[in-house]
């Protein structure tokens, strides 16, 4: 094939000799002149005996010898270094809800004690005694009117816990009542009498310290010895050794120990800075 020469495949049809040849153009149409040789003028070019003529449009030139190697990368940009993070560990707190009672008129103010088990029962209260300091808090108890079916339950949810609740009933009856005190059951003992009974329970727990601040209230009595100040007042449900005690008149302290003395008539809590 020829450079610079338009060619069309084309199917060319011979007959013995020189004589008529038939072809097919690329534009579809057929065309044979009576030709009498074998070299056609307008740069057409046949040869006899041949079926097909393979056409060349475009003259193409050879590529460049261009070779290529994986260079050595080279750093642009800027640098930087990270600083190592603190390690700081976060976690989920405990949400706690205080409901405190803010109301003009006076309700009378409940105790209920349950020892937690399959289910749960309620423990009647003579006399209750707890000490809470920065470390540790230990509860003490006593349960009047013992009988032998309170003595089945109780032996059998030695396993549970204490849980002291504190609230406030209303004229209706609703009772309003939160948790104080959680401590596991740890020791029973019991005091059988001709005309009375009841048993002695005790439990302590580890303290973990508060870290709050709460308002005290009705303070009735105060003490100071050197630099340790000490105050009784209404039990606070919420207060814990570690809290800021408020005590009014921008006067505060932190709580080192609180005790809580309850019976069937009155409560009162004694805390020491």
Known sequence: MLPGISYYTGTIRTDTG????????????????????????????????????????NTKLPGLDIRLNYGIPIWAGDRYIDVPGLPISLAFGVLQIWRD??????????YRLYLTGSPNI????????????????????????????????????????LV????????????????????PFGSLRYDMGPQSSSASISG?????GGGRTRTLNGINYRNTIGTTRRVRCAVDTYLQPGDTANLGNDETLIVAEIVYNIGTDQSTMEIVE
């Open 122 to 161: 309620e423990l009647p209260i003579s006399s209750l005694q707890c000490r809470s300091d920065l470390y540790s808090l230990t509860l003490y108890l006593v349960v009047p009117w013992l009988t032998s079916d309170l003595i089945a339950a109780i032996e059998a949810r030695l396993t549970g816990e």
């Open 164 to 183: 002291l609740f504190k609230g406030i009933r209303f004229p209706n009856g609703t009772e309003q009542i939160d948790e104080m005190l959680r401590v």
């Open 18 to 57: 020189y004589g008529d040849y038939d072809y097919t153009t690329a534009y579809g149409g057929d065309a044979g002149p009576d030709l009498g040789i074998n070299v056609i003028g307008g740069n057409w070019e046949f040869w006899r005996n041949c079926s097909v003529v393979t056409v060349v449009e």
């Open 204 to 208: 302590t727990i580890a303290n973990s």
């Open 101 to 110: 009672y803010v109301g003009a008129r006076k309700y009378p103010e409940i």
